[in-house]
């Protein structure tokens, strides 16, 4: 009798087997292989015939909000940025979103601890 020493790879294929094998039950509610009546011979189990097919998602972004700095808080005398009423519209930007501030206004912007410091682009109008 021969041995055979269990390399990785066959260990990784054995595991995918399986596990593909536990996917189709669950999905098809049935065993991956059937067995067939045959005239007077044994039945043997066949192979499971059907494909789960799967394609992948794509990427979907939400699409950037621009946020205009207004400084308008009345709830926060410091004019934090992470304060959702200082901005238009009202909340806070995040990593995916635009910030614009409006040449003209005054109200100094203070970046707080509480706000990420991160946006996709600053833009400070000259002026």
């Not at 909000?65 to 926060?76: D, I, Q």
């Not at 706000?115 to 000259?126: F, P, R, Y």
Request: proline share 6%; net charge negative.
């Amino acid at each position: 009798m021969s041995t055979r020493s269990l390399t990785e790879e066959h260990i990784h294929q054995t595991a995918a087997k399986h596990w593909w094998t536990r996917l189709a039950e669950h999905v098809f509610g049935g065993k991956s292989s059937e067995p067939v009546a045959t005239k007077g011979r044994r039945s043997r189990p066949q192979p499971f015939r059907s494909r789960l097919l799967l394609e992948p998602l794509e990427d979907r972004l939400a699409p950037a909000v621009t946020y205009t700095w207004t400084g308008a808080s009345l709830n926060n005398p410091y004019h934090e940025w992470s304060d959702a009423n200082n901005w238009d519209p009202q909340g806070v930007p995040t990593t995916t979103d635009d910030v614009f501030f409006k040449a003209g206004n005054n109200v100094e912007c203070n970046v707080d601890v509480n706000s990420g410091g991160t946006v996709h682009d600053l833009t400070i109008e000259q002026g």
